[in-house]
């Protein structure tokens, strides 16, 4: 699938007692990513609500490469690595573009549900085939 990107810059706000990013702030960037990369391929929350159905995280996993600190310029990627009956699995790739580093890497298990009911529940083609052909720009 193809990869969403943008870039953003680390606010002060989002360090932690040890002068860098904290632990937390970097998922927070992972849902923000999903949900962008959601709403650019048109099934943002209120289109999903729409269909019947909302996305609820399964699992999260980030693997720490590198701290970032403030005012570093981040680049987020994500893409939808495997998409199934009612699963999802998300990637996530953050860089320091200046110095080509790497600073986390992470993996989200997401489940459409039924958003009355909050079951498990088919995922729509029609967003399976949204995701399948999204072309960043």
Not at 44 to 56: F, S
Not at 88 to 97: A, D, E, F, G, N
Not at 104 to 116: I, P, Q, R
Request: proline fraction near 3%.
């Amino acid at each position: 699938m193809n990869t969403y990107s943008y870039r953003f810059k680390v606010a002060s706000d989002e360090i932690d007692f040890n002068g860098h990013v904290h632990n937390v702030t970097y998922l927070s960037w992972m849902i923000e990513a999903a949900t962008k990369h959601s709403a650019a391929v048109g099934f943002g929350y209120e289109q999903c609500l729409e269909l019947g159905g909302t996305w609820v995280a399964k699992s999260h996993n980030i693997e720490y490469k590198k701290p970032a600190f403030e005012n570093d310029e981040l680049q987020m990627e994500t893409w939808v690595e495997e998409i199934g009956k009612i699963m999802s699995i998300r990637r996530y790739v953050l860089t320091c573009p200046k110095d080509d580093v790497l600073i986390c890497e992470g993996k989200t298990e997401w489940v459409f549900v039924d958003s009355k009911k909050m079951r498990p529940m088919k995922i729509p083609v029609v967003i399976v085939e949204g995701f399948e052909a999204f072309q960043s720009g």
